[in-house]
Nanobody, 116 residues
Framework: QVQLVESGGGLVQPGGSLRLSCATS????????VGWYRQAPGKQRELVAQ???????TYAESVKGRFTISRDVTKNTVYLQMNSLKPEDTAVYYC??????????WGQGTQVTVSS
């Protein structure tokens, strides 16, 4: 059973930065693909970034050059560093783990609000 616990959301002004953390198991990080999705009000959940077990990175076009996904296997944590935040980045951000099947596990979500 994979568990995902997000933290780090909050309110930030446009142009600011936030770092989200997803605490999970070592197994999830080294064997499966772990990523971040987001869902804004009235919109579908969308992929933001993900990192495979082999370290391959995938980003949504809208965040390329601004967001960076990384992992620390010593802390069993996946991070999403978000820079140059825009109001359109406002959403609930969810950590996701994909296992063969496919089987998706989600965290509880953390709110990110970009507003002046």
């Amino acid at each position: 059973q994979v568990q995902l616990v997000e933290s780090g959301g909050g309110l930030v002004q446009p142009g600011g930065s936030l770092r989200l953390s997803c605490a999970t198991s070592r197994r999830a990080i080294v064997i499966y693909t772990v990523g971040w999705y987001r869902q804004a009000p009235g919109k579908q959940r969308e992929l933001v970034a993900q990192i495979s077990s082999g370290g391959d990175l995938t980003y949504a076009e809208s965040v390329k050059g601004r967001f960076t996904i990384s992992r620390d296997v010593t802390k069993n944590t996946v991070y999403l560093q978000m820079n140059s935040l825009k109001p359109e980045d406002t959403a609930v951000y969810y950590c996701n783990c994909q296992r063969p099947g496919p089987v998706n596990t989600w965290g509880q979500g953390t709110q990110v609000t970009v507003s002046s």
